[in-house]
């Protein structure tokens, strides 16, 4: 078993906090980027469905302006409870 670095872990969760914040800010393309770097990072898997959200999220935004509420939901799921279900939770209003 590969040992865990924490502040791997930790630039993770940024990089993925960062993304969520570019969708918030209407940053799609952004987003996209961003959550690459906190996949490639992940060693817990913590992130494994967000790239897959956030894709979703940005082609929101360039077919209708707007993260829509179905999506929001499903970041929400892909992040899991904790400090970035709550980010996403302010974003959505």
């Known amino acids: 078993m ?5 502040k791997r872990q930790r630039n993770a969760l ?11 800010a209407g940053d799609g393309q952004r987003a996209i980027r961003v959550v690459g770097k906190a996949f490639d990072l ?5 992130f494994t469905a967000l790239p897959a959200a956030v894709a ?8 209708s302006g707007k993260v829509e509420a179905g999506t929001w939901d499903t970041l929400e799921t892909a992040v899991g409870p ?4 709550y980010l996403i939770q302010e974003m959505r209003g």
């Open 2 to 6: 590969t040992e865990l670095d924490g």
């Open 14 to 24: 940024t990089a993925a906090e960062r993304s969520l914040e570019a969708l918030g």
């Open 42 to 46: 992940d060693q817990l898997d913590l």
């Open 56 to 63: 979703t999220a940005a082609n929101d935004l360039t077919t």
């Open 82 to 85: 904790g400090p970035l279900q």
